[in-house]
């Protein structure tokens, strides 16, 4: 059996989303959970979108942020360009803000 996947048939936002989730699908069992698109509202950041939440039974939680286009390390910087330019991303950050957020979110539901 498949995992768990919300929304049951997933929409992606970019092509790179639907290929990390096409890699991701195949090594997950059938008490697994893939969350794409995941919408928060967390405290001190506002309302956040993430990428993808993978729950794996027995193992934890990754957090997940991709990136489509051109993306560059110049020593110092991530540079991402596209279509509409280029531009400094901060990935390392933003994925790490949204574990935290998942981290918040689930800590204030669950015990």
């Known amino acids: 059996m498949p995992p768990l996947i919300y929304p049951e048939n997933p929409t992606f936002r970019h092509n790179s989303e639907r ?10 069992g059938d008490e697994d959970a893939v969350f ?21 039974k027995d193992r934890g939680c990754i957090v997940i942020e991709t990136k ?5 390390f110049d020593g110092d910087n991530w540079i991402q360009s596209d279509p509409s330019g280029s531009r400094e991303i901060y990935p390392g950050l933003q994925a790490k803000k949204n574990m935290y957020a998942v981290r918040d979110y689930i800590r204030k539901r669950w015990s």
Not at 19 to 28: C, F, G
């Open 68 to 72: 489509g286009g051109n993306i560059a």
């Open 36 to 56: 794409t698109n995941l919408e928060l509202t967390d405290a001190q950041s506002g309302d956040i979108e993430i990428d993808m939440v993978v729950l794996i």
């Open 19 to 28: 290929q990390v989730y096409e890699a991701i699908l195949p090594h997950l």
